[in-house]
């Protein structure tokens, strides 16, 4: 048993080593990318179910590496969060996803733009001015751009949160609580965050219609928002089905494989709605 025990722990080290050179490999490989530019942006088209239109666009990373291929954001973006690379990476998607919806804009096209925002960007003392830098220099139209926090960005030091809110808001950008319903903020935080926009977490939609409860909570969500005057966005939505239970629940914007997946900048420029 004794020797078992050793075998168990020098397993369990040694897959935290890997786990620990492969973050490592990641962190340098970063550095690497950003200088030599291997990220782009892919965008989804947000519709509106009642006419079929395009009314925004979320604009999701993409690395290519050059002997990996693609890395998928949900394993590098955690490392570049953790080691500050985000605040250059998140600047550097910030004005290139400006720069696009100037040229959809300039095309008769909608500007509207939606981009994540890490927690760690969030609470950047400089955040504000690289925001109104890089709007002034794409000549971004504030309110079209949209910028997507989570629940748990804006939990823990609750009263700073809110007045960085404020202080983002006053440049006259449109702030959405991304994933809403996986984290922990109370209903009574939510009311006081000025908030304009909610995505109702895939996880809520990604059942519906086999799971009964799921589509509770979804229309909860959905009643919810709008009590509060807020917009809502649907993400995750792969169906038919699930694009009739929002729309018959009163969510009509909906994101998801349904309609499209992100898509290269070429693509956004001749996509229609099927
Ligand atoms: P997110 O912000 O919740 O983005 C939605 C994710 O769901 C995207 O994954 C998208 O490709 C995927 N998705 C969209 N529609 C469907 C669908 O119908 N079914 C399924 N199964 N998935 C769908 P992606 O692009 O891999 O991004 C993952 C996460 O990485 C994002 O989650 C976001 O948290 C983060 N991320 C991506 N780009 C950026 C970025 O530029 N900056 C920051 N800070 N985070 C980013
Ligand atoms: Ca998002
Ligand atoms: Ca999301
Ligand atoms: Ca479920």
């Given at each position: 048993?004794?020797?078992?025990?050793?075998?168990?722990?020098?397993?369990?080290?040694?897959?935290?080593?890997?786990?620990?050179?492969?973050?490592?490999?990641?962190?340098?490989?970063?550095?690497?990318?950003?200088?030599?530019?291997?990220?782009?942006?892919?965008?989804?088209?947000?519709?509106?179910?009642?006419?079929?239109?395009?009314?925004?666009?979320?604009?999701?990373?993409?690395?290519?590496?050059?002997?990996?291929?693609?890395?998928?954001?949900?394993?590098?973006?955690?490392?570049?969060?953790?080691?500050?690379?985000?605040v250059?990476?998140g600047e550097?998607v910030l004005e290139?996803a400006c720069?696009?919806?100037?040229?959809?804009?300039?095309?008769?096209?909608?500007?509207?733009?939606?981009i994540?925002l890490?927690?760690?960007q969030f609470?950047d003392s400089n955040m504000k001015r690289v925001l109104s830098d890089v709007l002034a220099r794409t000549?971004m139209?504030p309110?079209?751009l949209h910028l997507?926090?989570?629940?748990?960005?804006?939990?823990?030091?609750?009263?700073?949160?809110?007045?960085q809110l404020?202080q983002i808001k006053a440049l006259g950008v449109s702030l959405?609580?991304?994933?809403?319903?996986?984290?922990?903020?109370?209903?009574?935080?939510?009311?006081?965050?000025?908030?304009?926009?909610?995505?109702?977490?895939?996880?809520?939609?990604?059942?519906?219609?086999?799971?009964?409860?799921?589509?509770?909570?979804?229309?909860?969500?959905?009643?919810?928002?709008?009590?509060?005057?807020?917009?809502?966005?649907?993400?995750?939505?792969?169906?038919?089905?699930?694009?009739?239970?929002?729309?018959?629940?009163?969510?009509?914007?909906?994101?998801?494989?349904?309609?499209?997946?992100?898509?290269?900048?070429?693509?956004?420029?001749?996509?229609?709605?099927?």
């Open positions: 048993a004794k020797a078992k025990g050793r075998n168990t722990f020098h397993f369990y080290s040694q897959e935290l080593d890997e786990a620990a050179n492969e973050r490592l490999y990641i962190e340098n490989e970063l550095r690497l990318a950003i200088r030599d530019n291997q990220f782009t942006l892919h965008y989804q088209p947000q519709v509106d179910y009642r006419n079929n239109e395009v009314v925004g666009y979320e604009a999701l990373i993409r690395w290519e590496h050059p002997e990996r291929g693609p890395i998928p954001p949900t394993k590098f973006i955690p490392i570049a969060e953790a080691t500050g690379l985000i250059e990476l550097w290139a720069r696009f919806s100037v040229k959809l804009q300039k095309q008769g096209k909608v500007g509207n733009m939606s994540n890490s927690a760690r609470k000549n139209p309110k079209l997507e926090l989570t629940e748990s960005m804006l939990m823990g030091d609750v009263e700073a949160a809110i007045s404020h959405s609580i991304d994933d809403f319903g996986t984290g922990y903020s109370s209903l009574s935080y939510l009311k006081r965050f000025p908030v304009d926009i909610l995505k109702v977490d895939r996880s809520f939609v990604k059942d519906i219609p086999e799971d009964p409860n799921d589509m509770e909570i979804t229309a909860a969500i959905i009643a919810m928002a709008q009590k509060l005057n807020l917009e809502v966005v649907a993400e995750g939505v792969e169906t038919k089905e699930q694009v009739d239970f929002l729309a018959n629940n009163n969510c009509y914007v909906v994101q998801g494989y349904y309609y499209s997946p992100p898509i290269p900048e070429q693509s956004v420029e001749v996509f229609k709605v099927q």
